[in-house]
C-alpha cells in the first residue's frame, strides 16, 4: 500500500506541471490514505517488513523498512499532508504568486523525500532522500522569488540544512569505518557516530544552538508550507534522534546533557515567542519551544531506563510521543490560520493588526482554539502529552537517588515555567491581534476568508478537541512502541487508566457548562451597550 502511495505521488507531481492545482490535491490526499493504511498495518500488528534492494556499485545491498517507530511518523505525516495541501490549494488562489507550478512540483518531491527517510535504512541513499527534502523544501518556500527577504531566508535555511547534512554523514561515514556496512538498521551505534548523528539530527529539528533557521524560514514561506515544515517536516529530526537513542547505549552523564539542551531549547523558544511580534516568527519560536519539551520527554524516558525507573521511562516516552502528535495538530491550524490573517490584510505584524475578532468570527474562534491547545489547557491536547511528561518528572523524586530527584526539581521548575510563559505569550498574541479596536485601515477592512481556508483548521481543531477530551486514543498509538523501546506495557495501561478518568472529568465539565449556559439564555435578559472608556472623551485604537 505504501508502494501504491509513492506511485500516486509520482503521478501527482506530473498534475502540478500540468497547471492541474485540484488534481495535484487529490492525488496527494489518495497517495496519503494508501500510505496511512499501509503504516497502520505495521503499527498495530507490530510486524517489520523488511526488503532488500539490489543496487549497482558501492551501494550494493540496500535495506528498506518499514517498522512500528517510521509508521508511527508515517501515520502523523499521511493525516497531515491532505490538510495542508487543501488548504495550500485555496491559499494560493486566495494569495495568488508566479510559479506556483513548480511550487506544487517541489512540495510533492517534499513530501515523497519525506516519507522514504523513515524507510531507508542505507546510508547513502537516505542521505539522497534527506538532501532531496532540504533541497525540494527550499525551492518550495521562494513561491515569491522577486522578494528579496524570501530569498535570503531561503539560503540561509538552506545552507544550515547543509551544515546538518555534513554533520549527519560524517556520523553515517563513522559508522561505515566501524562495521564496513551501509546499512545501519539493524547495527548498534557507538562512539562518535552516535553524537554525530544526533547533532545532525538536531538541525532539522531545531534543538539549541540549531535552531536560528526556524525563525527566519517560516515568515516568508507560504502559510501552507510553514504549516508543513513546522507540523511534520521537523518530525523527521524526532525520528532519526529517537532512532538513534533506540540503537546507541547511554550513560547518565549523556543523557544529563541531552536534557540540559532540550530545557534551554525549550526556555529560549518560548522567551523569543513572548517578545515576536510577527505572528508567523513567534510561532516559529513556539515550534523550538515544544521541539524542547518532547527532548524533556525523551530524556527522562532514557533516565529511566538508566535509573531501572519504569515509570519515569514509560511516561517520559510516551508523553514526548504523544506530545509529537499532538503538536503535528496545533501547529499547523496556527501557521494556516496565521495565512488567513495575512490574506485578509496584507500584514503579519501583530501591532498594526486588532479588532479581527468580530471582522474574522470564524478563524479568530478557530485561532483561539489553537492558543488554548499550544498552552497546554484542558479540553485541548497539549495538556495531555505535557500531563504525561510532568508525571515522568515527578517520578523521579526518589530519596535513595540525588541524581534522578535533582533532575527532576530543576526539570520540573524550568517546564512549568516555560508552560506558564507559553499561555502568556500566547494570550498576548491573541488578545492583540484578534481583541481591541483595529490599528490600521487594512485591519478595519478585514473579511473573514472563504470556506475553502476554513476546512483545514476546523479538522485539525476538531482533532486538537478529540485528543485533548479522549487523551487515551493519542496514548493508543504510541503503545505499540511501547515493547521494542523497553517500556512496560502494563505501565502505559495505568496511564490508560487514569487518561480515561480525565476524560470523564473534562466530559462532565462540558455537560455543566451546556447546562448552565441553556439556563443563562432561557431565563437571563442579556444587553449589550458600548464599552465604558474609563471617562476619557477622545479614546483611540
Known amino acids: 500500500m505504501i508502494a501504491y502511495g509513492a506511485i500516486i505521488i509520482l503521478v501527482a507531481l506530473v498534475a502540478a506541471l500540468l497547471k492541474r492545482s485540484a488534481l495535484f490535491t487529490f492525488l496527494g490526499a489518495v497517495a496519503s490514505f494508501f500510505m496511512g493504511y499501509g503504516y497502520a498495518v505495521v503499527l498495530f500488528s507490530g510486524k517489520i517488513q523488511s526488503y532488500v534492494l539490489s543496487l549497482p556499485g558501492i551501494t550494493g545491498i540496500a535495506e528498506l523498512t518499514i517498522d512500528p517507530l517510521g509508521a508511527f511518523f508515517g501515520l502523523i505525516f499521511s493525516f497531515g499532508f491532505p490538510l495542508g495541501l487543501l488548504y495550500g490549494h485555496h491559499y494560493l488562489k486566495a494569495h495568488p504568486a508566479k510559479g506556483i507550478a513548480s511550487h506544487q512540483l517541489w512540495l510533492g518531491l517534499m513530501i515523497l523525500s519525506m516519507h522514504l527517510v523513515l524507510l531507508l535504512r542505507n546510508s547513502l541513499l537516505f542521505m539522497l532522500v534527506w538532501e532531496l527534502m532540504s533541497l525540494a523544501s527550499f525551492f518550495a518556500i521562494i513561491l515569491e522569488r522577486e522578494n528579496r527577504e524570501t530569498v535570503a531566508s531561503a539560503l540561509y535555511y538552506f545552507v544550515m540544512m547543509h551544515i546538518g547534512a555534513a554533520v549527519l554523514l560524517s556520523g553515517f561515514a563513522w559508522q561505515y569505518w566501524q562495521t564496513g556496512s551501509l546499512n545501519f538498521g539493524t547495527q548498534a551505534i557507538s562512539g562518535w557516530a552516535k553524537w554525530l548523528l544526533l547533532i545532525g539530527f538536531s538541525f532539522k529539528a531545531g534543538f539549541f544552538p540549531f535552531y536560528s533557521w526556524l525563525p527566519k524560514a517560516h515568515p516568508v514561506a507560504p502559510s501552507h508550507l510553514s504549516g508543513m515544515m513546522s507540523g511534520l517536516m521537523i518530525k523527521t529530526g524526532i525520528f532519526g534522534i529517537i532512532f538513534v537513542l533506540t540503537k546507541a547505549q547511554w550513560q547518565a552523564y549523556e543523557v544529563y546533557i541531552l536534557l540540559a539542551i532540550a530545557l534551554i531549547t525549550a526556555f529560549n523558544g518560548v522567551i523569543h515567542a513572548l517578545a515576536e511580534t510577527n505572528i508567523k516568527r513567534a ?37 514526548a510521543l504523544m506530545h509529537t502528535l499532538n503538536h503535528s495538530l496545533f501547529k499547523p491550524l496556527l501557521f494556516y490560520l496565521s495565512g488567513n490573517v495575512l490574506v485578509s490584510t496584507h500584514s503579519l505584524d501583530s501591532d498594526s493588526l486588532g479588532g479581527l475578532g468580530k471582522r474574522m468570527p470564524r478563524t479568530a474562534v478557530l485561532f483561539l482554539c489553537g492558543t488554548a491547545a499550544i498552552s497546554a489547557l484542558p479540553l485541548l491536547n497539549g495538556f495531555i502529552s505535557e500531563f504525561g511528561i510532568f508525571l515522568s518528572i515527578l517520578s523521579g523524586f526518589k530519596p535513595s537517588n540525588l541524581g534522578s530527584t535533582l533532575s527532576s526539581v530543576v526539570a520540573g521548575a524550568i517546564f512549568a515555567f516555560v508552560s506558564a ?18 490599528r490600521t485601515p487594512n485591519a478595519a477592512q ?96
Open 283 to 319: 510561532l516559529a519560536y513556539s515550534s523550538i519551544e515544544n521541539i524542547g519539551i518532547i527532548g524533556i520527554g525523551l530524556s527522562f524516558w532514557q533516565l529511566g531506563l538508566i535509573f531501572g525507573n519504569p515509570v519515569m521511562a514509560a511516561l517520559g516516552f510516551a508523553g
Open 421 to 438: 510563559l507559553a499561555l502568556i505569550a500566547f494570550t498576548k498574541l491573541y488578545s492583540i491581534v484578534f481583541s481591541g479596536e483595529p
Open 446 to 541: 478585514a473579511t473573514e476568508v472563504t470556506r475553502g481556508m476554513l476546512i483545514s483548521p476546523m479538522l485539525l481543531a476538531v482533532a486538537c478537541f478529540v485528543l485533548g477530551i479522549f487523551g487515551n486514543l493519542g496514548l493508543q498509538l504510541a503503545k505499540p512502541l511501547a515493547v521494542g523501546f523497553g517500556i512496560d506495557v502494563w505501565l502505559l495501561d495505568s496511564f490508560s487508566h487514569s487518561l480515561n478518568g480525565i476524560s470523564v472529568v473534562l466530559l462532565l465539565l462540558l455537560f455543566a457548562f451546556a447546562v448552565l449556559y441553556f439556563l443563562k439564555t432561557k431565563i437571563c435578559s442579556c444587553t449589550s451597550a458600548p464599552t465604558w472608556g474609563c471617562g476619557y472623551a477622545k479614546p483611540n485604537s
